[in-house]
């Protein structure tokens, strides 16, 4: 039994990295394209196509080394370890990109986010929009435990849909 525990830990950890990595470069290309203020709809779709691609491919390869027999458990703890690892990694470069490479990015992002909301919200006003934009960076620090969140069960949900797709028991004989 811990041999299984330690195969899909090493699954988790390759394709997490992998993932996290994929990830980054992903972040890099917006940065550059400087289409990393907003989360538009299409990059969140990009995103989670990515994350559903490795994470697949990580399930898939575990079933293969593992004599073509897959348990949903095994499944699961493939998907959220990937997605685990794979959010710290995302979580640090974001860390990074605040602090230290673009240190007012908040400013900009709300900068850009200020059109559409004063859009949506006719009834807002400048002061009130300042009281939501400080309240914003006094609880930025909330994203990274959140995404950590976000990141597992969307990693338990691709888990469960893949493991459900690619699960095969072991003949009882």
């Known amino acids: 039994m811990e041999e299984n ?3 899909t830990g090493k699954y988790s950890l390759n394709y997490g ?6 990830s980054i470069v992903f972040g890099v290309m917006l940065y550059i394209q400087k ?14 196509l990515i994350t559903i691609v490795i994470i697949f491919l990580g399930i898939n390869a575990f079933k293969k080394a593992n ?17 685990l690892i794979s959010a710290i990694i995302s979580l640090l470069y ?12 908040m400013d900009k ?17 400048e002061e009130k929009w300042e009281q939501g934009v400080a309240m914003q960076k006094k609880m930025a620090w909330i994203r990274y435990p959140v ?12 888990g469960l849909i893949t ?10 004989y």
Do not use: R
């Open 94 to 105: 974001q860390y990074l990109l605040v602090n230290f490479i673009e240190p007012d990015f």
């Open 5 to 7: 525990q330690s195969k």
């Open 35 to 48: 289409l990393h203020y907003e989360m538009s709809i299409p990059v969140m779709i990009v995103s989670t």
């Open 67 to 83: 004599g073509g027999y897959l348990k949903l458990a095994e499944a699961l703890k493939i998907a959220v370890g990937i997605a």
């Open 147 to 158: 995404g950590l969140i976000i990141s597992c069960v969307l990693g338990l949900i691709i």
């Open 17 to 22: 990295l992998i993932l996290g990595l994929i």
């Open 163 to 172: 493991g459900l797709i690619l699960k095969k028991a072991k003949p009882a």
């Open 109 to 125: 992002a709300m900068e850009v986010a200020k059109p559409g909301a004063f859009e949506k919200n006719p009834s807002l006003t």
